[in-house]
């Protein structure tokens, strides 16, 4: 396979000479079986990056560059993907940082995962033996780790560590598929944006755990505080129409109609039967389970529903095991446990906060267990 290391840069002109010189003199030794290139993605460096880069180029046939506007680290590693994969034929593509923070002896680790059938591989600073610099500030600690805890926990993807890292490989129609999203996030964004939408597209992904080390030459290129600013906003944006435009968008308005069906059977028996909350809404509980079974199953998850009559009585059979649970134990208990605490005057206050944590409770075991999606096997090309 072609593989190209390319390296974004502003302004690294001692870091990239050092950079080149690892990578040909004591990396790409090691690379048995692959042709191995370097791409420099310079922004018309003012310090000349590019001139050296040229300077080299003349002693080492597998060094390119390609130039462009300052506008972003993401601009620069689009222009440079797009570089590899059309001029130079690559297979795989790497992203690496020009000051050595990245381990470059960790490129075979990082091939070792694609040639297992990884589709894409991340560095992982955060576990698994992976570690930030020591002689960090604190808070720049703080904030390195928490970005990272809290991007996770609103994705609710846990099984990836490093979702800000820039070291990075992946094959080529990783990248071809993502493409046309990406040029929407010129900045450091882009790193989130990319690993995201290749999560979402259902590429397999790995880590690699290294130590990322200190910049020793130039200065970083981030402003702490716009970054953070950056990272929260898209991260709450994107998750935002990801819930209101995906599954969970035809789940709430599914819930809403059994909901309405829950309501009125509740009312209906509590006012004009007098029968006791509890006991009530275990009946409005059934005729809702039924209607949120059957719109799910038709609309919601229609591209994960079974196909026959078998499939379907066997997953209504796991549905309303699992809203079962859901009502007599989340939303009942609620109910009763409130109804205990505070009488029966607020009933239906009680049916609302018991209905919030059943929403929870149903979305996660629906998607997760009742129409779970089949795990890809290989998403190599």
């Not at 040229?54 to 590693?77: C, E, P, Q, V, W």
Request: with cysteine; aromatic share 16%; charged share 20%.
């Amino acid at each position: 396979m072609k593989i190209v290391i390319i390296s974004a840069t502003y302004n690294e002109k001692g870091n990239i000479e050092r950079l080149i010189a690892i990578l040909e003199e004591k990396v790409f030794p090691r690379i048995k079986n692959h042709e191995m290139y370097i791409l420099v993605a310079d922004d018309n460096s003012p310090d000349k990056t590019g001139d050296e880069v040229r300077k080299l180029m003349k002693k080492l046939k597998n060094l390119y560059i390609t130039t462009g506007h300052r506008s972003g680290l993401g601009a620069a590693y689009v222009r440079g993907m797009t570089y590899a994969i059309d001029k130079l034929g690559a297979d795989i593509i790497f992203e690496i940082d020009a000051d050595l923070q990245h381990d470059p002896y960790k490129i075979t680790e990082f091939i070792k995962k694609i040639e297992e059938g990884y589709d894409m591989v991340v560095g992982n600073r955060y576990s698994d033996g992976g570690s930030i610099p020591k002689n960090w500030p604190m808070a720049r600690k703080l904030f390195s780790i928490t970005a990272n805890i809290f991007i996770r926990a609103v994705f609710m993807r846990f099984s990836i560590h490093d979702w800000t890292g820039g070291y990075r490989a992946l094959r080529k129609e990783v990248f071809l598929k993502e493409k046309r999203n990406l040029t929407n996030y010129k900045g450091y964004i882009f790193q989130i944006s990319f690993l995201h939408r290749a999560v979402c597209d259902g590429f397999k992904i790995a880590e690699v755990p290294f130590n990322f080390s200190d910049r020793t030459l130039g200065s970083s290129k981030i402003a702490p505080l716009g970054y953070i600013v950056d990272v929260i906003a898209y991260v709450i944006s994107v998750r935002v129409r990801e819930l209101i435009s995906g599954k969970f968008g035809k789940f709430l308005t599914v819930g809403g109609v059994g909901f309405t069906i829950n309501a009125l059977a509740l009312r209906l028996l509590v006012e004009y039967f007098n029968w006791h909350p509890a006991s009530a809404n275990l009946v409005g509980g059934a005729f809702a389970i039924f209607s949120n079974y059957n719109f799910n199953n038709l609309w919601t998850f229609k591209d994960r529903r079974g196909k026959g009559v078998a499939s379907y009585f066997l997953r209504m059979g796991g549905f309303y095991l699992s809203s079962g649970i859901g009502v007599v134990l989340v939303q009942t208990g609620t109910i009763f446990i409130l109804t205990q605490m505070f009488g029966k005057e607020y009933y239906f206050i009680y049916f609302l906060i018991g209905t919030f944590f059943l929403l929870m409770w149903n979305f996660t075991m629906y998607s997760k267990v009742i129409w779970r999606r089949k795990r890809i096997k290989n998403a190599s090309f």
